[in-house]
């Protein structure tokens, strides 16, 4: 089993920047690709951003405004989340992927909040 702590979230406002952090902990060996999802009030759980190898993803909605990045030593991904627009309040949530997913969705951390106040 893996588990997934995410810090980091609260509010901000228009414009302003969070950098939240997820600890991966367990059988660290077994996971791959790790991201953050958002889910905000009333709407489907969507990928933001994806880090696996050297590769990284982020979804259109986030592009020039969000990095994600991994830590390997400290068995942590961070996503900086720059120019933050109300659009972006949800939840955030980190996951990760067993070896050989492409999408990370096999573990979950419990989400922390962020909210851009306008």
């Known amino acids: 089993q893996v588990q997934l702590v995410e810090s980091g979230g609260g509010l901000v406002q228009a414009g302003g920047s969070l950098r939240l952090s997820c600890a991966a902990s367990?059988?660290?060996?077994?996971?791959?690709?790790m991201g953050w999802y958002r889910q905000a009030p009333g709407k489907q759980r969507e990928l933001v951003a994806a880090?696996?190898?050297?590769?990284?993803n982020l979804a259109d909605s986030v592009k020039g405004r969000f990095t994600i990045s991994r830590d390997n030593a400290k068995n942590t991904v961070y996503l900086q989340m720059n120019s933050l627009k109300p659009e972006d309040t949800g939840t955030y949530y980190c996951?990760?992927?067993?070896?050989?997913?492409?999408?990370?969705?096999?573990?979950w951390g419990q989400g922390t909040q962020v909210t851009v106040s306008s």
């Open positions: 996951a990760a992927g067993k070896w050989g997913r492409v999408v990370p969705n096999d573990y």
């Open positions: 367990g059988r660290i060996s077994s996971i791959n690709a």
């Open positions: 880090i696996r190898g050297g590769t990284t």
